[in-house]
């Protein structure tokens, strides 16, 4: 079990625990959960490169403690 961080532009910042082989949709769907918002609108980005949301999390190197940016679309 790891626990990633999500700031979006507004300051909200959101701490979401997933497992490291969940795909980049299923974490969407858990912050979705946590701040009221589709799925879909959400965009998780990290110096620039956008997730892809059939893709998992450790194929991205993120792990425990790891910070992303989240946008709205």
């Keep these: 079990m790891i626990e990633v961080i ?7 910042k ?4 997933c497992e490291p082989d969940d795909t980049i949709g299923d974490f969407k769907k858990l912050v ?8 879909e609108k959400i965009v998780l980005k990290k110096w620039y490169s956008t997730f892809k949301d059939h893709i998992t999390l450790a194929d991205y190197e ?3 403690g790891s910070s992303l940016e989240m946008y709205y679309s």
């Design 6 to 12: 999500c700031n979006d532009r507004l300051g909200k």
């Design 14 to 17: 959101v701490r979401v625990k």
């Design 32 to 39: 979705a959960a946590q701040i009221g918002t589709a799925p």
């Design 62 to 64: 993120i792990g425990n």
